[in-house]
């Protein structure tokens, strides 16, 4: 089945306290990103990759790191996470970044305290 | 840059009345997509419309491209409770997406 799985779905930590969340796809995808969900926001890209170790920064990057060494995995790093970054985390993968359908991961909610 | 918008961000129906939203850019777009996310879940893709004009149709859906390609509309005929969520827009141009802030619809049984 194709897919794009997160992990974790939950997660409530402490500020300052380094975390990943993990995104993988199953569907040989180059296009990967990153978007947190906020109320009366909608989806705000944080970071995206073209491919293997091509990736770059989209709306709202700051504190956040992201890595791709293989295709089908693009984790998202928080080093110092702070409350503001308190979200619903997607991940998403296509084809490519403009043309095809976005598939989203089942979110990861995020509580920084 | 480029900027997506919907408009209101929030609409009640009671079930069978007709529904229609509207998705404006501040840009020329090559493509425009839309996506349901039910409550808890996450964004969906229903549809993508590339030409302009375009129309297409899902069941009780039917979505519209403008034809200056800077707009689009989504009209849900008879709604009905599965129908509630929130609808995304997302525009593409100069390689990007660009996603809606959304509209949520609730439909009173």
């Known amino acids: 089945e194709a897919q794009v799985t997160q992990n974790p779905r939950y997660l409530i930590t402490v500020t300052g306290k380094k975390l990943t969340v993990t995104c993988s796809q199953n569907?040989?995808?180059?296009?990967m990103s990153w978007y947190r969900q906020d109320p009366g926001l909608g989806l705000r890209q944080i970071y995206y990759?073209?491919?293997?170790?091509?990736?770059d920064k989209g709306d709202v990057p700051e504190g956040y790191k992201v890595s791709r060494k293989e295709k089908r995995n693009f984790p998202l790093i928080l080093e110092s996470p702070s409350p503001n970054q308190t979200s619903l985390y997607f991940c998403?993968?296509?084809?490519?970044?403009?043309?095809?359908?976005?598939?989203f991961g089942p979110g990861t909610r995020l509580t920084v305290t | 840059g480029q900027q997506v918008m919907q408009i209101p961000q929030y609409q009640h129906v009671q079930e069978g009345e007709d529904f229609t939203t509207y998705c404006n850019s501040s840009?020329?777009?090559?493509?425009i997509q839309w996506y349901k996310q039910r409550p808890g879940g996450h964004p969906v893709f229903l549809i993508q419309?590339?030409?302009?004009?375009e129309v297409k149709k899902q069941k009780r859906l039917t979505f519209q491209f403008g034809e200056a390609k800077k707009n689009s509309s989504l009209h849900i005929t008879a709604t009905q409770t599965t129908d509630v969520g929130t609808y995304f827009c997302?525009?593409?141009?100069?390689?990007?997406?660009?996603f809606g802030k959304g509209i949520t619809l609730s439909v009173r049984p």
């Open positions: 997302a525009g593409g141009a100069n390689s990007k997406l660009t």
């Open positions: 840009t020329t777009l090559s493509n």
């Open positions: 419309l590339v030409k302009s004009g």
């Open positions: 998403a993968s296509s084809p490519n970044r403009e043309r095809y359908e976005q598939y």
């Open positions: 990759s073209m491919n293997v170790e091509v990736t």
């Open positions: 569907m040989n995808h180059e296009y």
